[in-house]
Structure formats: C-alpha cells, structure tokens
C-alpha cells in the first residue's frame, strides 16, 4: 500500500510487518505528526516476495522491516545491496536484543522519540549516508550534515549573515523557550542550528528528547579526528539542537582552538546558526566576531529595563558590527516554585503570539540580507 502526504522531494519510508495493527498504528502516527512523507507498507510476506525485486532501494530515506520480511531479502541475496542504497535499515522487533541480521534495530512498543529523532537526521537536510571503513566493509550509519542540492554554504567567505545570537543580561527564565520558538519558526524555511550554552539548560524539561553527548564530548573526539558533528545533533521537528553541557564548569574548559574548530564545522554545514547564551565565557569573543544579530531579551519593569541598555552600550562598544535588538517579552513564569510547563503550553500563550508576530518580520530581514 502506498501512502502520499507531498511531493517527491518528501522523505519516502517503506515498513513491512505482518503485524497490520502495528503497521497500521505505526503509519497514523506519522502521518499525524504533520510532516510530508511518501510511505510504503507490506502486511503480506507472499505480496511483498513478489515485488522484492522491483524495488528500488535507493528511493527509501527509511526502511523498517520485520524478520521475517528481512529473511525475505537476505535469502533474495539483496540485504547488501539494501544496505548501501537505502538510506537507513530498521529491524522491527518485540524487544531489544532480538535482531538477527547486523542492522538497527527498532523495538515496536519503545517510544516515539527515537523514531522522531531519526526522522529529523534523515530530514536534515539530506538523508543519512552509510560510512565505509578502510576495508571498504559497511560500518556503523553515520549521519553527515549535507548543504541541500544547489545551495551554497552561507557561512563561507566570511560571511556572518547567517549567525545569530540570543542573550539575556537579566537571565529571562523564558530565554531557552522564546529561541526554541524562534528556532522552530526559522527551521521552516531552511536547515537551522541551535547552538545551547547555556550552563544550566532546561532544554531536556522542555523537549521530550534524549542526547548521547554534549558539545564537550563532539570537541574532544573531533580533536583526534573522530567526531562527527552530526552525530552529536537532537532534531525537534526540523530544528538542529546542539544539546546543553553537563556541567557548568565545562563551557569555560573550552580552548579558543576547539571554539574555532567548531565555528568552521558549523560553517560547512550551510545552516542558519542560532547561538543561545545566559552567560559569556572565553570562546564568545571569537564566535560573536561573526555573528551578524544578537537578540537581547528583557522585561518590561524599568530595573531590567536600565540592566538590558547598560549591557547593550557595553556590547556595542566592543562589537560595532553586531545588530542588536531588544525584545521585552511578554510574559514570565513569575514567581512559581516549580516549572511545570512544557514547550506546547507555552506555545499556545502569549509567548507564542508573539513569535508568531515577529516572525514575518524576521523573515523579511533575512531574505533583505540574502539579496544584498
């Protein structure tokens, strides 16, 4: 069965599992998460025996197949071939551990974040590539930040238009909310990176996701040639996410080497560069010099006010470059002991009206400074 939400340029999917329930389920879900994809599904191992050879593996960015459905294409002698033209091999299985072929697998009542998380790197921007060792053997997938066909890096030569900078001298409790919006709002209309310094990040309260390192640990495996920057990205929706350190005393273990190591990786990539500050350390220097806009987030009451304009004269006496723009957002958690609010509520308030608000114009600035 073939299930369409857009054009070709979709991530195209093929599941096959005689489980119809599950697959049924499974297909619901993503078509309900509002994105395009081109899905293709199997329920009958006979009918799914009969094409296997017409199919063309390298028009699936995700393939997740079942046992048997993967016995299937290993006795056709067409696994290899699956696993090199294919964009990413799932085993669909009742528990962890239960793979019996070499590729990923994936459990069928896990949750869903994984298969989101997976679905922003195929989707980012381009899907995920198979690694090759010295051997020539198939390795482990690895994804790899691709600029989209025809477009080129917007960071290279210099050219700052494409980096940004959120800070708050005033540390505004809503700073990681009000950029995770923004960053949702630009990631509509090309690849975006956000870059979280913060050094008490709150971002895993507000996004239900999981990271298998931090910054720290892409610079020091990317110091001995083994980091990929990819890798270490979470994805919400098509946002890019640097997850937040471990630590607040790991932002400042930072030479200004690995901070210029990690400004060039982020340029190649062509990707609009969110960075996200609360505080300043050694590396900030270097990363603002090109930076193009810094947002300065304060409060309405006349205290934060005089603290926002005070740092805003200090920053634009050291960086006469920078663009910087106050923004007094409207709301703030106040007072409240605990944070229970999670990035849909405050979405859905006034907080988010007012990204909504904002975000023609900054689309308007961009595409300006594109042209010119």
């Not at 329930?21 to 297909?27: D, K, T």
């Not at 019996?100 to 922003?120: A, R």
């Not at 990205?233 to 690995?258: F, K």
């Amino acid at each position: 069965m073939r299930i369409n939400g857009g054009s070709m340029s979709q991530i195209q999917i093929l599941i096959a599992d005689s489980d119809r329930a599950y697959v049924e389920a499974l297909v619901n879900f993503l078509m309900g998460r509002k994105q395009e994809y081109g899905i293709r599904t199997f329920t009958e191992p006979t009918v799914f025996e009969e094409e296997i050879c017409q199919l063309d593996w390298t028009e699936f960015d995700l393939i997740i197949l079942g046992e048997a459905y993967l016995a299937m294409v290993q006795e056709a002698g067409l696994l290899g071939e699956m696993r090199r033209k294919a964009g990413y091999l799932l085993q669909l299985t009742e528990e962890k551990g239960q793979g019996t072929f070499g590729v990923d697998e994936m459990e069928k009542y896990q949750s869903m974040d994984f298969l989101v998380n997976l679905l922003g790197r195929v989707k980012y921007p381009g899907p995920l590539r198979l690694h090759e060792d010295s051997a020539g053997a198939m390795g482990a997938y690895t994804g790899e930040l691709l600029a989209t066909s025809g477009r080129q890096a917007v960071c290279r030569g210099g050219n700052s238009d494409s980096i940004l900078a959120v800070y708050s001298p005033m540390h505004h409790d809503l700073l990681l909310a009000f950029t995770l919006l923004m960053c949702r709002s630009m990631a509509q209309e090309g690849p975006v990176i956000l870059m979280d310094l913060e050094e008490n990040s709150r971002l895993s309260e507000l996004l239900s996701c999981k990271w298998r390192g931090t910054l720290t640990d892409y610079l020091y495996l990317r110091s001995v040639n083994e980091g990929k920057l990819a890798e270490y990205l979470i994805y919400d929706e098509e946002l890019a996410i640097m997850p937040p350190v471990d630590s607040p005393t790991e932002l400042g273990r930072i030479s200004p080497d690995q901070w210029q190591l990690l400004l060039s990786d982020l340029q190649e990539t062509g990707a609009r560069i969110v960075l996200l500050y609360d505080s300043f350390h050694q590396g900030a220097q270097l990363m603002l010099d090109h930076c193009r806009k810094m947002f300065l987030l304060s409060k309405q009451e006349p205290y934060y006010r005089r603290l926002t304009a005070r740092t805003e004269g200090a920053l634009r006496r050291q960086f006469r470059h920078l663009d910087l723009e106050t923004m007094e957002l409207p709301l703030s958690l106040g007072s409240r002991g605990e944070w229970n609010f999670s990035l849909e509520e405050i979405e859905a308030g006034n907080l988010g009206s007012y990204v909504v608000n904002q975000r023609h114009r900054w689309e308007e600035d961009h595409a300006r400074r594109s042209v010119g």
